[in-house]
């Protein structure tokens, strides 16, 4: 058993008794996508778990999984003892991701803890694209942007949102459904304005059909992506993978 392993464990313990996979993964994308790389603001740095950052409107649903996390530093093992809140964050994510039989990523740590929110509005507009707004900071290819949307592979909105439902008919396995769902005109699951400005435009398209074909360059992509998002703004403290 290696390290990443034994860092993995309490949370593939917590998903068997409470399947909260999608929170963790959303609150791991949540925190660290806020990240403006010009102006070296936000990225994975745990100010997700500031009060007013819970309660903004993309991070509705999530207080359960922070709440996990923080246990983690207590409850976990003695590796997770040893982490920042900002490096559980993440790994509660590579975790759920592996234990839904998604990729296996492997975890890097020496995070440091936000110790204020830092959030920068207008970095994170883009009015000509529901998904690039979300990207606009950050430094992502267009593969890397359609890659990180198959997220949505896992788990439901959240029952406060004014749409009910799911992205694919199984949403606690990641695979590349969500893709097959996206270009399927007679799909039964939902689709928001974002999904659908992926079949808007050709650049983001073209990735869409590439991996609801092959998952395996799905997954590759993914995984790169993800794991680019989960060390944003934290590159150069960063130690070897444990």
């Known amino acids: ?73 207590t409850d976990g093992n003695h590796i997770t003892a040893e982490l920042s809140l900002s490096d559980l964050i993440q790994l509660g994510a ?65 029952p406060e949102d004014e749409y009910h439902g799911k992205w694919v008919q199984n949403p606690y396995v990641f695979d590349n459904t969500y893709f097959k769902e996206l270009l399927n005109e007679k799909s039964r699951y939902i689709k928001l304005d974002d999904d659908r400005s992926l079949l808007d435009d050709p650049d983001f398209k073209r990735y869409v059909e590439v991996f609801a074909e092959d998952e395996e360059i799905f997954f590759q992509t993914f995984a790169r992506a993800f794991n680019k998002v989960s060390e944003f703004g934290q590159e150069d403290k960063l130690l070897s993978e444990i």
């Open 1 to 73: 058993m290696n390290l990443n392993h034994i860092a993995k464990k309490p949370f593939w313990d917590l998903f068997y008794k409470t399947p909260c996979m999608s929170q963790m993964v959303r609150l791991a994308f949540n925190d660290a996508i806020r990240y403006n790389s010009s102006a070296a603001t936000g990225g994975a740095n745990a100010s997700i778990r500031f009060e007013n950052a819970l309660k903004r409107v993309e991070n509705t649903g999530l207080e359960f999984a922070m709440q996990q996390v923080v246990a983690m530093k």
């Open 94 to 158: 590579y975790a759920a991701l592996e234990y839904c039989e998604g990729p296996v990523i492997n975890f890097k740590m020496g995070r440091e803890d936000a110790e204020k929110e830092e959030v920068d509005d207008a970095a994170l507009m883009d009015p000509t694209n529901a998904v690039r707004s979300q990207f606009t900071a950050s430094e992502l290819s267009d593969d890397e942007i359609v890659a990180l949307m198959g997220r949505r592979t896992l788990g439901f909105l959240p």
